[in-house]
């Protein structure tokens, strides 16, 4: 008996005259997931997209890989059988034993987009469970609220049973938004910003500013392992770090200590246009949300806003740290961004940063001194290190 799995359109399906292309990116995202994990054939077919295994492969962990895929709304692990109700129901009820022996309710709902097959889609459900509860007799059928609802589709290419449905990871296909350029953080907030983005299709690569030795290896390493986390949903990530050290110490040194926050901040978005100017970049990413610290009041984004050439996307803007939090955890990089490593944003920062700050008097205080020669250098030492999506580093 061969087993497949359907992975069922999200948006997508809804989608009109481009479905198509997003289709084949969600196709060749899926494709890219699995390549390490053996030979599949693809079939893309009524909003469903059929993988079939054509070698012994590890259908538990290929659904894992697919659960994080932008695009597909829904999973289902199911067997398939030639469209003669008699295989079905002799092979495909020992089948459903594993999902069945431990619960005490269940439905069959059946599809029948094979409107050639002889059965009609009550007969199907009735005949599929009549048997299911012969064979398991302490199950009993419950229409309303079952524990476990078994598909029966009967399609074009044969006939699918199956016991699991997983809820997908939604969205849209990474790659069929364009490209943005993520200010990663070791914090908690911009992983989960960088996650929303590509849900929305982007591709999203990384940017991070280190100051050592004010920021140390251990914290870079720190953010690299956030890429690396975030590759299972964002797909390989370019990760370009910038030397930010002279910069702040400028800062420091030539800057009235009120506006520190806030200049580095605008600073950080103009060393981003560049990078975003120079590879192609269509949007900036960041993990602000209003007031959660000085320099997310409105003043204060307004003023680091007025830096940046580009949209700057802030999808956790109106999110509380707990609903974000949520969200950490569940694509797991709660636990990075919590161990307690510095970030350069805590380097040199005043003890009574303005939250209200002036923007004429911020943009008089920038221009007091020359930052471009530092800008420049720090633009050009700026190093890019691909992550690839895991279990496919070759
Ligand atoms: P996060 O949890 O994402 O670190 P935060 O609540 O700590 O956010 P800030 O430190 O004020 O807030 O940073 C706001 C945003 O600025 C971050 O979400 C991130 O997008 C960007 N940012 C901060 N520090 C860095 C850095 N060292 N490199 C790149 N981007 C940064
Ligand atoms: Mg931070």
């Given amino acids: 008996m061969n087993e497949l799995i359907m992975a069922k359109y ?78 079905i129901k002799t092979q495909g009820v020992p089948y459903l034993k594993e999902a069945l022996e431990n619960v005490r309710s269940f439905k069959v709902e059946a599809k029948r987009s094979d409107k050639a097959f002889a059965m009609k889609t009550p007969e199907i459900q009735n005949e599929l469970g009549g048997a299911i509860l012969e064979a398991y007799p302490h199950l009993s059928v419950d229409v309303h609220n079952p524990q476990v609802t078994v598909m029966c589709e009967i399609r074009d290419k044969g ?7 997983i809820t997908g990871a939604g969205g849209i296909p990474v790659g069929s938004s364009g490209k943005a350029l993520l200010l990663l953080s070791g914090g908690i907030d911009s992983p989960v910003a960088g996650y929303m983005m590509a849900k929305r299709g982007l591709i999203v690569d990384g940017i991070h500013f280190v100051s050592p030795p004010y920021t140390s ?32 110490e400028a800062l420091r040194d030539n800057c009235p200590e009120e506006f520190f926050t806030i ?83 805590t380097v040199f920062t005043p003890k009574h940063p303005k939250t209200r700050p002036d923007f004429d008097a911020v943009i008089k205080a920038e221009k007091s001194f020359d930052f471009e020669p530092l800008i420049k250098t720090a633009v050009e030492n700026t190093t890019v290190k691909l992550f690839r999506v895991e279990g496919n580093k070759e």
């Fill in 10 to 87: 999200g948006e997508i399906a809804l989608k009109g005259l481009n479905k198509g292309t997003f289709e084949d990116i969600l196709l060749k995202n899926i494709r890219r997931r699995l390549r390490s994990l053996g030979k599949f054939q693809y079939m893309k077919k009524q909003s469903t997209i059929y993988i079939e295994p054509l070698e012994e492969v590890d259908l538990d962990e290929a659904l894992r890989r697919l659960e994080t895929v932008f695009g597909i709304g829904a999973l289902q692990r199911a067997a398939v059988f030639e469209k003669d109700f008699e295989q």
């Fill in 159 to 165: 006939a699918y049973v199956s016991a699991m449905r």
């Fill in 217 to 248: 290896e251990r914290a870079l390493m720190k953010v690299e392992s956030l890429c690396e986390k975030l590759t299972a949903y964002c797909g390989d990530i370019r990760f370009y770090c910038v030397p930010f050290t002279e910069i702040q």
């Fill in 263 to 345: 200049i580095m901040r605008r600073l950080m978005l103009e060393i981003a246009n560049r990078i975003a100017q120079k590879n192609d970049y269509g949007a900036l990413v960041t993990g602000e949300s209003v007031g959660q610290v000085a320099s997310q009041t409105l003043k204060a984004i307004q003023c680091t806003d007025a830096a940046a050439r580009y949209p700057v996307f802030r999808p956790v803007i109106g999110m509380d740290k707990k609903e974000i939090t949520q969200i950490a955890r569940k694509i797991d990089t709660f636990d990075i961004s919590t161990l307690p490593y510095e970030d350069c944003c």
